[in-house]
């Protein structure tokens, strides 16, 4: 399974962005996807997932509930966050990642990331 990110952009506060995690590989439909980010000096945190077939998916992180939401369209072979309401504390790199487990305690692969900046 190969992972591509994309979509991270410079944005200001209060704003909106939607990322973009396309899977390539005859099994990336049978796996579950998530997304994670980066802040310089600080801990991955791990932000949502979604299940393979898309029935199941939840927001793991409390920072980002009812700010971010998670979807996928196995149509284009892609995964989706939609971020609202964004916070300077947002700034991080975004990962997604791809797992058979819905539960990402050790996801298998791993996208190249992508940057989002929230100015204030």
């Known amino acids: 399974v190969q992972l591509q990110a994309s979509g991270g952009g410079l944005v200001q506060a209060g704003g909106s962005l939607r990322l973009s995690c396309e899977g390539s590989?005859?099994?990336?439909?049978?796996?579950?996807v998530g997304w994670f980010r980066q802040a310089p000096g600080k801990e991955r945190e791990f932000l949502a997932a979604?299940?393979?077939?898309?029935?199941?998916?939840?927001v793991n992180a409390d920072s980002v509930r009812g700010r971010f939401t998670i979807s996928r369209d196995n149509t284009k072979n892609t995964v989706y966050l939609q971020m609202n309401s964004l916070r300077p504390e947002d700034t991080a790199i975004y990962y997604c990642?791809?797992?058979?487990?819905?539960?990402?305690?050790?996801?298998?692969?791993w996208g190249q990331g992508t940057l989002v900046t929230v100015s204030s």
């Open positions: 979604i299940s393979w077939a898309g029935a199941s998916s939840y």
């Open positions: 590989g005859t099994t990336f439909k049978n796996h579950a």
């Open positions: 990642a791809a797992d058979q487990s819905l539960s990402f305690l050790r996801p298998s692969y």
